[in-house]
């Protein structure tokens, strides 16, 4: 290598200086979850979501599922099984989807395909699962934790979260406390972020709520279900016969998560 002039350094152009994009390194056996409901846009900057196929305690845990005790079996599952953001955090639209990514993801292949009966032509048929398959209403670009939001009766100005796991929590703990609230009104007052830039415990913005005009209330139930991020559970089966898709209703039964082994 020649000895550099002073002409070869003035004339060089300097160079840009490159941030480090630090990405979070993949944990063993886990693989990033790209495609979540939110589009990672009501999380910290930088966050990356990883899961992993299930394991057979897991399984049998979610295959004991049933209306009482859903959200905790899921939630605990969850807490194993996901990495990269506090389960707590997470949108339930997100959480959701990660169970299905979970479920597709475990058990792949033709064995453990789901029976299917088209509703046009009445053909038994089967279909393996995939999350490809799932309707998402993504997130509504419109929607944003900093939007003022202003009740026509009132002067109230209101912004609003999405609902996430430790609102779900909250909400169930409060109707344990008291059975007889409303659960819609709870689970709005569940995602009010702040009132006139105040944040308040539950209770107090339930009870605010009840005492609001009921034009004030159904108008904001009415903008909060346009903005808010839903996963459709339905599933789009096409007939191998009639070759009419069917949307199908998903639910999570014990046999989806613990299919029966078929060898034919
Ligand atoms: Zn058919």
């Given amino acids: 290598m020649g000895k550099l002039k002073l002409d070869d350094i003035e004339t060089r152009t300097p160079q840009p200086i490159v941030q480090d994009t630090v990405l979070p390194k993949i944990p063993d056996g886990f693989f990033p979850i790209d495609a ?7 999380y910290p900057e930088g966050t990356r979501i990883f899961s992993r196929p299930l394991k057979i305690l897991e399984v049998k845990q979610l295959s004991m599922i049933n209306s009482d005790n859903f959200n905790e079996v899921i939630n605990a599952v969850l807490e194993k ?26 058990y792949k292949g033709d064995s453990f395909a789901i029976e299917h009966k088209c509703n046009l032509c009445g053909e038994e048929s089967k279909y393996n699962f995939d999350v490809s398959q799932l309707s998402l209403i993504d997130i509504n670009d419109k929607f944003s934790v ?13 912004t609003f979260t999405q609902l996430t796991v ?6 169930s703990e409060y109707l344990k406390k008291d059975p007889t609230a409303d ?35 159904l108008y ?7 903005v808010e ?11 191998s016969k009639c070759g009419g898709l069917a949307e199908t209703p998903i639910s999570f039964r014990p046999e989806f998560f613990l299919p029966e082994y078929r060898t034919e």
């Fill in 166 to 171: 430790k609102n779900e929590i909250n909400t």
């Fill in 229 to 239: 991020i839903n996963l459709n559970p339905m599933l789009s089966v096409a007939c």
């Fill in 146 to 158: 900093d939007q003022d939001f202003a009740l026509k009766e009132s002067s109230d100005i209101l």
């Fill in 220 to 226: 904001l139930t009415q903008y909060f279900q346009s």
């Fill in 36 to 42: 979540l409901p939110s589009k990672m846009k009501l």
């Fill in 81 to 106: 099984t996901v990495k990269g953001i506090d389960i707590g955090d997470l949108i339930i639209a997100d959480k959701l989807f990660i169970i299905f990514w979970q479920r597709a993801n475990t």
């Fill in 183 to 217: 659960e819609d009104l709870l689970a709005i007052a569940s995602v009010i972020n702040t009132i006139n830039g105040q944040p308040h415990p539950i209770k107090y913005k339930y009870t605010w709520l009840t005492n609001l005009g009921v034009a004030d209330v």
